[in-house]
């Protein structure tokens, strides 16, 4: 025995079973507990409840909903909700961010300060509190017969933001999302799997494939006799046609997207000026102008650089849509939370809940980190 405890792999096998036997031990405790306490109360288990009709209503859809609908459906439409907020709010997060960023690096005095004074302030101020106060401001914007026109098919109203939109359904538009982001991941996954000429032909093929399937999609949603563009235009007392944008989603993606531009400008600046000087003056030696120098190796560069900060500000952008619920979004955590209210089934609904996001927050850093690991170049960021 006392050979066995002087045996290092030995101890370390030993302390591992330990430790996970204990967590067992306490989660099953936990478990039995809970259960008993449920029995006490006279409340059931189980996910029967989800084939229930829910009762009520919310008020915003990304599909057709009815109070008659069951659990299950409306926790989908909460998920979906939650990755529409969020996949906007990153998006325009990103694009803010790389302006932000560009400008803090830049030589101007002027332009210099006024990234600083951005990214002070839109990062000290609390994200719910940014969300209250556009929720205030989109929420006030004149009635829909005053709406602020841009170009006669965009409308700002205090009911959303009215726009146009073609005549093909949320379906086939998601199935347009989909065909395009399993392309992309096809294009990562041949990265180096096959010879670059075979590579350059697959891609040629698949970007002039791509809008006629695209096509084919919508001509197989579009209903004859309708525009194929449908505008919306004031009718009575509201607008008719075209999408809307309902004002709660507006000041969240508003909010997210400042927040989150404030935190990514800095990763991005960070990238930008993480590529060695060695290499900017090797491009002017070669004869290489500003503008080719900045495309062709700083931001290549940088991009590498800053990719797996990007990827922790992307799973924390889409943990704070939860914020949703301060101004009345219907998303996954609010439906969560009002399912719970509705049904008493807490432990189900925040094992739900749990589950999603960890889904979610994992299939984004699975993506960003396949795309780091594709885009990497040996001996720079990595060994081998």
């Given at each position: 025995?006392?050979?066995?405890?002087?045996?290092?792999?030995?101890?370390?096998?030993?302390?591992q079973a330990f430790v996970i036997s204990v967590v067992a031990g306490l989660l099953i405790a936990m478990v039995i507990n809970a259960k008993a306490s449920l029995?006490?109360?006279?409340?059931?288990?189980?996910?029967?409840?989800?084939?229930?009709?829910?009762?009520?209503?919310?008020?915003?859809?990304?599909?057709?909903?009815?109070?008659?609908?069951?659990?299950?459906?409306?926790?989908?439409?909460?998920?979906?909700?939650?990755?529409?907020?969020?996949?906007?709010?990153?998006?325009?997060?990103?694009?803010?961010?790389?302006?932000?960023?560009?400008?803090?690096?830049?030589?101007?005095?002027?332009?210099?300060?006024?990234?600083?004074?951005?990214?002070?302030?839109?990062?000290?101020?609390?994200?719910?509190?940014?969300?209250?106060?556009?929720?205030?401001?989109?929420?006030?914007?004149?009635?829909?017969?005053?709406?602020?026109?841009?170009?006669?098919?965009?409308?700002?109203?205090?009911?959303?933001?009215?726009?146009?939109?073609?005549?093909?359904?949320?379906?086939?538009?998601?199935?347009?999302?989909?065909v395009l982001v399993a392309w992309l991941a096809f294009l990562l996954f041949i990265r180096d799997k096959i010879p670059t000429i075979t590579r350059k032909k697959?891609?040629?093929?698949?970007?002039?494939?791509?809008?006629?399937?695209?096509?084919?999609?919508?001509?197989?949603?579009?209903?004859?006799?309708?525009?194929?563009?449908?505008?919306?235009?004031?009718?009575?007392?509201?607008?008719?046609?075209?999408?809307?944008?309902?004002?709660?989603?507006?000041?969240?993606?508003?909010?997210?997207?400042?927040?989150?531009?404030?935190?990514?400008?800095?990763?991005?600046?960070?990238?930008?000026?993480?590529?060695?000087?060695?290499?900017?003056?090797?491009?002017?030696?070669?004869?290489?102008?500003?503008?080719?120098?900045?495309?062709?190796?700083?931001?290549?560069?940088?991009?590498?650089?800053?990719?797996?900060?990007?990827?922790?500000?992307?799973?924390?952008?889409?943990?704070?849509?939860?914020?949703?619920?301060?101004?009345?979004?219907?998303?996954?955590?609010?439906?969560?939370?009002?399912?719970?209210?509705?049904?008493?089934?807490?432990?189900?609904?925040?094992?739900?809940?749990?589950?999603?996001?960890?889904?979610?927050?994992?299939?984004?850093?699975?993506?960003?980190?396949?795309?780091?690991?594709?885009?990497?170049?040996?001996?720079?960021?990595?060994?081998?």
């Amino acid at each position: 025995m006392g050979s066995l405890l002087r045996n290092r792999k030995f101890r370390e096998i030993f302390l591992q079973a330990f430790v996970i036997s204990v967590v067992a031990g306490l989660l099953i405790a936990m478990v039995i507990n809970a259960k008993a306490s449920l029995a006490a109360q006279s409340l059931t288990t189980g996910f029967g409840f989800l084939e229930r009709s829910t009762g009520w209503d919310f008020s915003f859809s990304v599909l057709p909903y009815s109070i008659s609908d069951t659990y299950r459906k409306t926790l989908t439409i909460g998920i979906l909700n939650t990755l529409l907020l969020g996949f906007l709010g990153i998006a325009l997060a990103t694009i803010v961010g790389v302006i932000i960023g560009l400008i803090r690096t830049s030589k101007n005095f002027v332009f210099s300060s006024l990234g600083t004074i951005y990214v002070e302030v839109f990062r000290n101020v609390p994200l719910i509190l940014q969300a209250v106060f556009w929720y205030s401001i989109v929420s006030h914007l004149p009635r829909p017969r005053g709406a602020i026109s841009l170009g006669d098919a965009v409308f700002l109203s205090g009911r959303g933001i009215y726009f146009p939109t073609f005549n093909i359904g949320v379906t086939a538009f998601l199935l347009m999302v989909l065909v395009l982001v399993a392309w992309l991941a096809f294009l990562l996954f041949i990265r180096d799997k096959i010879p670059t000429i075979t590579r350059k032909k697959i891609k040629i093929s698949g970007w002039i494939a791509m809008p006629v399937i695209w096509l084919l999609i919508a001509w197989t949603a579009y209903e004859p006799g309708t525009p194929l563009i449908n505008v919306p235009a004031l009718k009575g007392l509201n607008f008719r046609g075209g999408m809307r944008m309902p004002p709660e989603l507006t000041a969240l993606v508003i909010a997210i997207a400042l927040y989150g531009g404030a935190y990514i400008g800095e990763v991005v600046r960070a990238g930008l000026m993480s590529v060695p000087r060695g290499q900017i003056e090797a491009g002017f030696i070669t004869g290489l102008s500003s503008r080719h120098i900045f495309t062709r190796i700083r931001l290549p560069l940088a991009v590498r650089a800053v990719l797996p900060s990007l990827t922790n500000q992307y799973v924390q952008l889409m943990k704070a849509t939860t914020i949703g619920l301060v101004v009345g979004f219907s998303d996954f955590f609010m439906i969560i939370s009002t399912s719970i209210n509705q049904s008493g089934q807490t432990l189900e609904l925040i094992a739900i809940l749990m589950i999603g996001f960890l889904i979610i927050n994992l299939s984004i850093a699975y993506v960003m980190n396949t795309i780091n690991r594709r885009i990497a170049l040996k001996g720079y960021e990595v060994k081998g």
